[in-house]
Nanobody, 128 residues
């Protein structure tokens, strides 16, 4: 049974940083891409960043490119999202997700309905 548990959200002032963690279990590492998505109040869920299972390549949405970094620690069964220079527009619930490796990470990150499994989400609020 696949389980994804996010942590690390919170309240931060603009320009600040946070590190989100997604601890996973029941995932066969050779068969799934990992991704981070977010959903702000009144908006649709959107892909933020995804990482490939095969070569570790990454995808970032234009809104976070240069500020966020996705990484994976297979030994710790954890995927991270390091978020720097946070802006009020980054305020959202952030979700960890996995999708079968047959699709590309670009497809995964640009199609929020495609992931196979989701975590419960962690709230990130950027406000002064």
């Amino acid at each position: 049974q696949v389980q994804l548990v996010e942590s690390g959200g919170g309240l931060v002032t603009p320009g600040g940083s946070l590190r989100l963690s997604c601890e996973f279990s029941g995932v066969l590492l050779d068969y799934y891409h990992f991704g981070w998505f977010r959903q702000a109040p009144g908006k649709e869920r959107e892909g933020v960043s995804c990482i490939s299972v095969s070569d570790g390549s990454t995808y970032y949405s234009d809104s976070v490119k240069g500020r966020f970094t996705i990484s994976r620690d297979n030994a710790a069964n954890t995927v991270f999202l390091d978020m720097n220079n946070l802006k009020p527009d980054d305020t959202a619930v952030y979700y960890c997700a996995v999708e079968g490796y047959l699709h590309t990470i670009t497809r995964m990150c640009t199609n929020p309905k495609s992931p196979d499994y989701w975590g419960q989400g962690t709230q990130v609020t950027v406000s002064s």
